[in-house]
């Protein structure tokens, strides 16, 4: 488990660097508000890439998938949370 | 050869579960390092929510391609880095020491373009203080952008500048010492570091440098 075929690292590695053109290739498209949701899911799918495979969390037991999840899951308790104040501080 | 299998401490039943323990711990290490960084993002978020002009034009003045450049430099680097981890299970420790190296060696590129950046920054009165200038509508809050573009590349910067050290002192173990031979959880640990580091930089990369370049 620990040693993957070397092409699942190289096809995660061009992966990434495509991901990578394509992020700056659509920040230069005027996509209106929708132009950070195309670069954050992108960067999402980048992490989820580079957790899945380089950090081998695809081949671990459940017991790792909850610690990785409990991480961002207080992550964005934090984000949400916050945000919604601020978001809705202008409402009266 | 008993004497050169993984020793397992007495607390665990076997290497692998002992192993698994490793992970783990590294995990929760790693999930501290996300709420650490997380709070600098919500910094970041709360405050490009509340003047998202002033962001965006301050956004506009940071070179983009030194960005674009140093994205590609972390990520190929993390994918030399789980070929190191891969040389390191297999047990080829003079791949691994020479793997580990480049890795390093891509770090401190990184380190490197980043300090040019920097450099040019200072020169253009964009360091937050008394000598901070700008001619955008809104200086306070351009100010305010540069403020936390300043801290958060900083302390990624110093996450860098420890991997790259931890890094070359590995690939030294991996060659003049006996530390991984049958061994490979410390460098799959610190594998998971590099590639946090990582992560880090792929979502600092879009929201420091591309707020609102197409207008």
Not at chain 1, 41 to 54: E, Q
Not at chain 2, 10 to 15: G, I, L, M, R
Not at chain 2, 187 to 197: A, D, R
Request: charged content about 10%.
């Amino acid at each position: 488990m620990r040693a993957l075929s070397p092409r699942i690292y190289l096809i995660t590695g061009a992966a990434l660097l495509a991901l990578l053109g394509l992020t700056i290739a659509a920040a230069y498209i005027n996509l209106g508000p929708m132009n950070t949701a195309v670069a954050m899911t992108i960067s999402l799918t980048k992490a989820a890439l580079i957790m899945l495979f380089f950090m081998h969390v695809r081949y671990s037991k459940s017991l790792l998938w909850i610690f990785v999840g409990a991480g961002f899951f207080w992550l964005s308790i934090m984000l949400v949370l916050a945000m919604s104040d601020y978001m809705s501080r202008g409402w009266s | 050869m008993p004497s050169l299998a993984l020793p397992v401490e007495h607390q665990f039943d076997d290497a692998g579960q002992q192993r698994e323990a490793a992970t783990l711990g590294m995990w929760v290490f790693l999930s501290t390092e996300i709420l650490f960084f997380g709070g600098m993002f919500l910094a970041y978020t709360a405050y490009r929510y509340t003047y998202p002009q002033a962001f965006a034009e301050a956004s506009r003045q940071t070179l983009i391609a030194f960005g674009a450049v140093n994205t590609a430099v972390l990520l190929i680097s993390s994918t030399v880095m789980a070929f190191a981890v891969r040389a390191a299970s297999k047990n080829r420790r003079a791949l691994l020491g020479l793997l580990l190296l480049g890795t390093a060696g891509l770090g401190a590129l990184f380190l490197i373009i980043k300090g040019f950046e920097y450099a040019h920054e200072i020169k253009e009165h964009l360091l937050p203080g008394s000598r901070f200038y700008t001619n955008a509508s809104d200086p306070k809050h351009v100010e305010l952008f540069f403020s936390i573009y300043w801290v958060m590349t900083g302390v990624h910067a110093l996450h860098v500048t420890i991997g790259v050290v931890l890094i070359v002192f590995f690939a030294f173990r991996a060659w003049f010492t006996n530390a991984f031979l049958n061994r490979d959880t410390p460098v799959e640990l610190l594998g998971l570091y590099w590639h946090f580091v990582d992560i880090v930089w792929v979502f600092l990369f879009p929201l420091i440098y591309m707020i609102d370049r197409h207008s």
